[in-house]
Nanobody
Framework: EVQLQASGGGLVQAGGSLRLSCAASGFSFDDYAIGWFRQAPGREREGVSCISAGERSTYYSDSVKGRFTISSDNAKNTVYLQMNSLKPEDTAVYYC???????????????????WGQGTLVTVSS
């Protein structure tokens, strides 16, 4: 059974940091790209970051570039999202997902991903 378990969300003040974790099981972790997405109330789900399979290339949305860092621990089948300099507009439910990334242009697109975890809520207060 494929499982993606996101954790690490919480309440933080603006300017603070959080690290999200996505623990994966039930599929060949090394062969899949892992993406982080977020969805704020009343808004569409948006891609935040992705780490590819193989070379583990990384991708970021413009809104988080320079503040968020994605990394992978293949030995633990876990992907992390280090979030620094958080802003109130980063408040959302964050989801991790796994998919076969064939083209880098689609790294932050939801149709790329086949498996989704439950979300973890990040709230940034001003």
């Amino acid at each position: 059974e494929v499982q993606l378990q996101a954790s690490g969300g919480g309440l933080v003040q603006a300017g603070g940091s959080l690290r999200l974790s996505c623990a994966a099981s039930g599929f060949s972790f090394d062969d899949y790209a892992i993406g982080w997405f977020r969805q704020a109330p009343g808004r569409e789900r948006e891609g935040v970051s992705c780490i590819s399979a193989g070379e583990r290339s990384t991708y970021y949305s413009d809104s988080v570039k320079g503040r968020f860092t994605i990394s992978s621990d293949n030995a633990k089948n876990t992907v992390y999202l280090q979030m620094n300099s958080l802003k109130p507009e980063d408040t959302a439910v964050y989801y991790c997902a796994a998919g076969l990334l064939l083209y880098s242009d689609y790294a932050l697109e939801t149709p790329t991903y086949d498996y989704w975890g439950q979300g973890t809520l990040v709230t940034v207060s001003s």
